[in-house]
């Protein structure tokens, strides 16, 4: 009979424990437990942690095992932050800059997005249509808590940023998941936008470059998208362009309100400085919009976080007003991963993949692995695929149902060429042993 810690673990598997003759568990340990579940609130059920952030910490903590564990499954770059920009925060720090800020940010970080979104897009905004956030995460979730009402719709292309839904779940909304399809580039089309919106849609999500896929969105499909918005008065866009700096083969990048200009007085913009300057730990992001939602998102962060961290706000605002360079050589790097790792990809049995167009991820095709079997264990989803690897090869990656759309999975080219050659070596022969049975 084992005695086991039954906490952290999920409601049906604890009741599966209770019935086994097994397990030893604590008439205590029970009675907590129920009690625990009774205590948390009914909007949890709908809600899962990240598995993007699992998938990490699971490759450390395996790492920390001794185990030679590669992780593709971070979502951030493997570069310092550039000097400039520490050294800004570092400055602010010197100078006791160390107190709260305005809730929407300190002005020269207002101000140098006000100049990024007119120098870039030729776009205008005031400084009440901008607000600083902890992080491009925080962004969507004040957003989604200011707009959407309890049932409101909120249609999502599939594959989606894994929080998307879960932040809808969480301000009573509906996802409405709308895949899209691999032969289109993983874009959704005009057609099936009209399809999918409905007298309760209140808002569509785009994300472009995209997380998972690094699809892109060209000018001439936002303006087809736009003119399906512009036909329904009661549908908001957010336009999540956290990675507009990562776009390859010197395609220009393009978000939805200079596609359609007229749709600026309903789309929100969001973005941040974790990914263009390798920042992820700064936890700065922005949002720009009309000034009603930009103004409730702010009403909002003010019984949350309050404001984003002062130093950290005085060196985004220098990543957004200072010299460029800085992102060439990440980009650089970032096109000669990608190369590799499409063409490995794509050099796999049961194995293919489109070539991302921007952002840091792959997100090939697995259907040929499908039904295959090795070492005890059949592939019959994602799910197994991912387990199977980190078992038996040390690889992390990322299943696509964590995105809403399988037979795929996403890899991070975020990570060195050696880890990636070997990673992509290791995946190879997985797929070898997986298709002759093992």
């Known amino acids: 009979m084992d005695i086991i810690d039954i906490s952290g673990k999920s409601c049906a598997l604890v009741q599966a424990m209770l019935t086994s003759r097994r397990f030893f568990v604590s008439t205590f340990t029970i009675n ?13 059920k709908n809600v899962k942690p990240s598995p993007t952030l699992a998938i990490t910490a699971k490759a450390k903590a395996l790492r920390a095992q001794g185990r030679d564990v590669i992780g593709l499954g971070s979502g951030e770059p493997d570069f310092d932050t550039p000097k400039h920009i520490k050294k800004a925060a570092i400055e602010a720090l010197k100078e006791g800059f160390t107190k709260y800020t305005p809730v929407d940010g300190i002005p020269e970080l207002k101000a ?6 007119h120098g870039e897009c030729g776009l205008a905004y005031e400084p009440g249509q901008v607000v600083a956030t902890v992080g491009g995460k925080q962004a969507f979730f004040n957003l989604a808590l200011a707009l959407v009402n309890p049932g409101d719709e909120v249609i999502i292309p599939a594959p989606y940023w894994v929080s998307y839904p879960d932040m809808t779940h969480i301000a009573e909304g509906k996802p409405v998941i709308l895949p ?19 007298p309760r849609t209140k808002l569509v999500v785009i994300n472009s470059p995209s997380n998972p896929t690094g699809a892109t969105y060209h000018r001439e499909e936002l303006e087809g998208i736009g003119q399906v918005l512009l036909r329904h008065p009661h549908v908001w866009a957010v336009t999540d362009d956290i990675y507009d700096k990562i776009v390859f083969d010197g395609l220009p990048f393009v978000n939805l309100v200079q596609a359609v200009p007229e749709l600026q007085e309903r789309t929100i913009i969001l973005n941040g400085v974790s990914k263009s300057y390798s920042m992820t730990g700064w936890r700065i992001g922005f949002a720009v919009g009309p000034q009603p939602v930009i103004k409730a998102m702010t009403k909002i962060q ?10 950290a706000q005085r060196g985004a605002a220098t990543a957004l007003s200072g010299s460029q360079k800085c992102i060439k050589p990440m980009l ?7 190369t590799f790792v499409v063409k490995a990809l794509n050099d796999m049995p049961g194995v293919s993949c489109l070539a991302p167009e921007g952002s840091f991820y792959a997100y090939p095709n697995i259907a040929g692995l499908i039904g295959t079997k090795a070492d005890g264990q059949t ?11 980190l078992d038996h090869y040390d690889v992390a990656i990322v299943p696509g149902v964590a ?5 795929y999975f996403r ?3 975020a990570t060195s060429m050696e880890d990636l050659e070997e990673a992509m070596t290791r995946i190879h022969r997985a797929a070898k042993r997986l298709l002759a049975g093992g």
């Open 180 to 198: 899209t399809q691999e032969k289109n580039g993983f874009k959704m089309t005009p057609e099936e936008l009209e399809a999918a919106i409905t």
């Open 411 to 413: 890899l991070s080219f």
């Open 403 to 407: 995105f809403g759309l399988d037979p």
């Open 112 to 117: 140098a997005i006000i100049r990024k979104y």
């Open 302 to 311: 003010s019984q949350s976080t309050s404001c984003a961290t002062s130093f």
């Open 379 to 389: 592939i019959e989803s994602s799910l197994d695929l991912a387990a199977y690897l």
């Open 32 to 44: 907590f437990w129920k009690a625990t579940m009774t205590l948390l609130s009914d909007r949890l």
């Open 332 to 338: 650089k790097a970032f096109h000669q991963r990608r």
